[in-house]
């Protein structure tokens, strides 16, 4: 079957924030049809650029320990092995999520066969290939990515965050 050369492969965070924008303008036009002068856009917090390290500072499936956006938000920076979902690097298999666990903040640790990151409190797990998507246990989303960039030296920077990370109030503020 031929399929059509005009369709957009949305990912599911890419469709959801979609969602969202769709649900921002109907709430903020109402039911009269006119659209409401309260209604504030949303914005994303602008977390920092931090160099996190340098492509020759990881070694395949061992997680380097980091934090981002500041030192009281533990992560890990790792070099996965295969093309990852937000990855970058030349092999775009390097990623970097948050090590709290975003169902009540347990410190997540790494499982190099099944590339995941797995929290020992209540046994949920994030397939870190899946741009941290949640496979199994008791949390309610997915965990947090950090927004990676390469330079052409290599250096890793981090910059931004996809998900709420544990114990922040908001990761979108209000302008």
Known sequence: MKSCSRL????????????????V?????????????????????????????NVKDLKLNEP????????????????LGSSAESGVGPDGDIVAFSTLCPHKGFSLHFVADDKTLDCPGHYSRFDCEKGGFQIWGQ?????????????????????????LIYGRLSNVLTA
């Open 8 to 23: 957009v492969d949305l990912g599911r965070r890419q469709f959801l924030r979609g969602g969202g924008a769709a649900a």
């Open 25 to 53: 303008a109907t709430v903020a036009i109402g039911a009269t049809g006119v659209p409401a002068m309260a209604a504030a856009p949303l914005a994303r917090v602008a977390y920092p650029t931090n160099r996190l390290a």
């Open 64 to 79: 380097l320990d980091i934090t981002y956006p500041d030192d009281s938000s533990p992560g890990v920076l790792i070099k």
């Open 139 to 163: 949390a309610t989303q997915n965990l947090p990515q950090f927004q990676l960039r390469v330079d052409d030296k290599g250096d890793i920077y981090a910059e931004g965050v996809d998900e």
